[in-house]
């Protein structure tokens, strides 16, 4: 028997079914079941071992030229260059490995949130086991609070309300029953059934296990993550990409050089070390270190905005989010019952506040007033508060609920009118009560009042209001006329037009010694006092992202299990973009194809089941879109999987969600994905900018070796003094500019397209213009240094040319379009501390006997670095100015794919 069908099946069948009885199973039983069935656990993926996380780290193109070069320059015999190149390997390599190792043990942390112990019956007693050793056939006890250990048939319900929210999306806990239901329904809709990992609201019941472990709805959509094929992110792409533009540019450049030197009569073997040199000058060796370090210090910075990154090259993949994909539920909501609006003697009043926190005022017309002055309103809120199971707990920093959502949202509409629970209890005790269910649509409790006794009664308004016989007007009781019901119930539909949750209240006053309450006592005799309307709201600082996200370029659409009229009332609250409301059902009758032409007018999609959000975000995909999907529920966790980035949440996620996730909120708040896309944007300027430095001082070095040849037959530089510019000076500096401050606009550009990586037509440009001018730059001051002093001083003071060049780039490779006294001279303490300790070093290499002999310099004077500042100089003024005059000058193809690429 498939589990599917056990709602269809009596609680007595099921017991047959799973060759159990309402006693349990015995020890002896249960220990067989366990042999054969297995712990009742998720699988989780396992983790590769340390040493093959560690080599992953070497697995780019960027690294396999970085290890030629060492091999070749061991070849040549120059052990310390080969040395160098080797460490900054190590070094990249370690970093990456203790990020992700971090990232790994602070998500391991993160699982252990789960209940660990629940309640069966076994050998006709109540004994609390481990969650892993339920089986089959047990029989659980379920109570207020419990997490559901296992996917069980309902067999005894008593005012049963679980919260399926990280199943099915739906916010509001569902009311249980044990009778069997008919034919194919949805999950949601299973009303007999509990599942494994949801939580008990409030009220008490048994159930036997009917599925275990990865047989589970949970353990389903486990097994469906295995089928999602893992992509490259878009910064993976761009590394790739990058890697190989280097692989051709430093052959070419080498088989360049070998070429003219020959043609210029130089000696073989001198002409291929030359070539050695140029290669090591167009590497950016430091590359793939200040990569690391910057992605490492953006996944430091997300964690202190409540991001913690589980795979380090995924931080940046939110920056070209073009799609995010939220789950309404605690993300966009707050996950809180909050009481909206009061309907009592034929006025509506509102009430504001947010959450389980009792602040807040009732209003009138967008008027404050008393409610004390409010006989009518004191009433209501005294039947909310003394019929009701619930209980408001609180610390220093935050309210929640015991119990059913709904009537927690009572409790503290009720203390923002200054009501105490306790003292009430105490001045109208219970003598008896009517528990809610589902057939009777109401809740009734018995009071002792005034030395009368009194039933307070909620529920649904239409059930109510055929109990009541009288209305309170004016605050007395009045005949109920037609013209009231119309009233009534024209204001309850105006309230769940607005999507929210609507409840009546009446009472009924019973003179004498009423001990014992009946359906017989309250039904024909109550009067009708009012309505509340609550709703789940949405978080206010979520309202803000959304309209952050509007500005950026990126579009939000809202994934929920809620129905349509919820889903879009609160699609208007957030001011989600105006676009086509689709239901789960709308989809299944689609084909893929109709569902990749719908996609892109979607802005809410209701009662979608887990399969469903797969394909959602697989449509996305498909229209060219970089998807992010959060979410929270195991019903999320395959979309967060296939999404170019999935975004679980810390407080409320469920494992399964958490491992298919890149990326965890640890408190569960929208508003922070909006966050790591401004820091995502920010890391990928930083690594762009930091690209444009390497290669631009990279290729011209390159350049000034090839000049120097071509023109003059003797290279300008030598190797190792290029190899200390690129790792010592360069490195540095590349390290410092990739921590650079975020410019703080962000958030106000478009995403970019799939297909811009790192590299795009304008920086190239840029980096040509600046390559450029480095190169020639070099070759005359080393010409006309060599004719006035020499050699080895031309060599030095060429040397110390290309490093104040760098320098002074560092500073204007800080932004394409703001000037450094736009963005604030000094807001970079890192690069003022960074040349600092490049200044002395460079003095340090010109200067120290033992450095001058290592690298072959010579002692400067004032003249030397006079000469040796102008090319540098020069080109800082000239960009000054362009940015200025042309801030958008080498924008071309920055965001979009340029026409004809």
């Known amino acids: 028997m498939a589990e599917e069908q056990y709602y269809n099946l009596s609680a007595e069948q099921v017991l047959e079914r799973r060759s159990s009885s309402r006693s349990g199973l015995s020890t002896s039983e249960a220990r067989s079941r366990l042999e054969h069935h297995g712990p009742n656990e998720i699988e989780r993926k396992k983790r590769a071992p340390a040493v093959v996380l560690f080599l992953k780290q070497f697995l780019s193109p960027l690294v396999y030229i970085l290890l030629a070069a060492a091999v070749v320059e061991f070849a040549l015999g120059r052990y310390l260059d080969a040395s160098v190149i080797l460490a900054v390997l190590l070094f990249m390599a370690t970093i990456g490995f203790i990020q992700e190792g971090r990232a790994e043990r602070a998500m391991e942390a993160l699982l252990e949130m789960a209940a660990p112990t629940t309640k069966v019956r076994r050998d006709g007693k109540v004994v609390e086991i481990r969650f892993s050793e339920v089986v089959p056939g047990d029989i659980v006890v379920l109570e207020a609070g419990d997490k559901v250990p296992a996917d069980a048939r309902l067999i ?87 890697g190989r533009y280097i692989i051709v540019a430093v052959l070419g450049a080498a088989g360049i050089l070998v070429a003219v030197g020959i043609w210029r009569g130089l000696d073989v073997i001198e002409i291929f070390g030359v070539a050695v040199a140029a290669a090591v000058a167009a590497i950016p060796e430091g590359l793939p270190a200040v990569v690391t370090v910057i992605l490492a210090a953006g996944m430091r910075y997300m964690a202190s905005r409540n991001a913690l990154i589980r795979r380090l090259v995924a931080v940046e993949t939110l920056g070209s989010a073009t799609v995010i994909c939220s789950d309404k539920t605690g993300t966009l909501t707050m996950n809180e019952m909050t009481t909206r609006q009061v309907y009592v003697d034929g006025k509506s009043l509102d009430v504001t506040g947010e959450g389980y926190r009792p602040e807040g005022e009732f209003r009138r017309d967008g008027k404050a007033i008393d409610p004390h002055n409010e006989e009518a309103l004191m009433l209501l809120l005294r039947i909310g508060m003394l019929c009701n199971d619930a209980l408001v707990s609180s610390d220093d ?86 013209s009231d019901r119309a009233a009534i119930t024209e204001m309850n539909d105006a309230m769940a037009l607005d999507a929210m949750r609507v409840m009546a209240f009446a009472y009924a006053e019973h003179p004498g010694k009423l001990a014992e309450l009946e359906e017989k006592h309250v039904e024909g005799r109550l009067v009708f006092v009012g309505l509340v309307g609550m709703i789940d709201p949405p978080r206010e600082e979520a309202i803000e992202a959304v309209k952050q996200a509007k500005r950026a370029g990126i579009k939000v659409v809202m994934i929920t299990g809620d129905n349509r009229l919820t889903a879009e009332s609160v699609g208007r609250q957030l001011k989600l973009p105006e676009g086509e409301t689709l239901t789960g059902a709308d989809i299944e009758q689609m084909s893929d194809e109709e569902l990749s032409e719908r996609v892109e007018g979607l802005s809410v999609i209701a009662r979608v089941e887990p399969i469903l959000k797969l394909r959602i975000v697989d449509a996305l995909k498909s229209r060219g879109h970089t998807v992010a999907m959060t979410g929270d529920g195991v019903n999320d966790a395959p979309a967060l999987k296939s999404a170019d980035i999935g975004v679980a949440m810390g407080i409320t996620g469920t494992d399964v969600s958490k491992e298919a996730s890149d990326m965890v909120l640890v408190d569960d708040n929208f508003a922070s994905v909006v966050a790591a896309v401004e820091e995502g944007r920010a890391i990928f300027n930083r690594l762009r900018n930091v690209i444009l430095f390497l290669l631009a001082t990279g290729i011209g070095e390159l350049l000034a070796l090839i000049f120097g040849v071509l023109f003059l037959g003797i290279a300008p530089l030598l190797a190792l003094q290029v ?135 010579v002692a400067i004077g004032i003249v030397g670095w006079a000469v040796a500042l102008i090319p540098g100089g020069a080109i800082f003024v000239v960009e000054t100015l362009r940015k200025m005059a042309r801030p958008q000058l080498f924008h071309r193809g920055k965001w979009q794919p340029a026409a004809g690429a």
């Open 723 to 857: 190899l200390w510019i690129n790792l010592v000076t360069g490195s540095i500096m590349a390290v410092s500019l990739g921590l650079e401050p975020k410019v703080g606009d962000e958030l106000t550009t478009p995403p970019r397209h799939p297909r811009v990586g790192l590299l795009f037509p304008g920086l190239l440009m840029r980096i040509g213009f600046l390559s450029l001018m480095l190169g020639i730059g070099t070759v005359l001051v080393f010409h006309f240094m060599e004719a006035a002093v020499g050699l080895e001083e031309a060599r030095t003071v060429a040397f110390c040319s290309v490093v104040i060049f760098e320098w002074l780039l560092a500073f204007n490779a800080r932004s394409d379009q703001y000037t450094v006294f736009q963005l604030g001279v000094f807001r970079n303490r890192w690069l003022f501390v960074s040349l600092s300790a490049a200044v002395l070093l460079q003095i340090a290499v010109v200067y120290a006997p033992f450095l001058q002999a290592a690298f072959d310099t």
């Open 156 to 242: 005894e319900v008593a005012n049963l309300h679980v919260n399926e929210a990280s199943l099915t999306g739906e916010s509001i806990a569902v009311v249980k029953h044990t009778a069997e239901i008919g034919g194919k329904v949805s999950l949601a809709d299973r009303t007999n059934m509990v599942y494994m990992g949801t939580v008990v609201n409030s009220g008490r019941a048994s159930a036997v296990v009917t599925s275990t472990g990865m047989a589970t709805e949970i353990g389903r959509i486990a097994t469906a993550l295995q089928e999602v094929k893992l992509e490259k992110t878009p910064l993976q792409k761009s590394i790739a990409t990058l």
């Open 397 to 482: 920093r935050s309210y929640d609920v015991i119990g059913d959502p709904t009537e927690g949202a009572l409790l503290v509409a009720a203390r923002k009118a200054g009501m105490d629970q306790e003292e009430l209890q105490e001045t109208y005790p219970r003598l008896d009560e009517i528990p809610f269910q589902s057939e009777r649509r109401y809740m009734a409790t018995l009071h002792q009042t005034d030395g009368t006794r009194t039933v307070y009664v909620k529920g649904a308004a239409e059930k109510l209001l055929a109990m009541s016989e009288s209305v309170l007007k004016g605050g007395k009781p009045m005949p109920l006329e037609d």
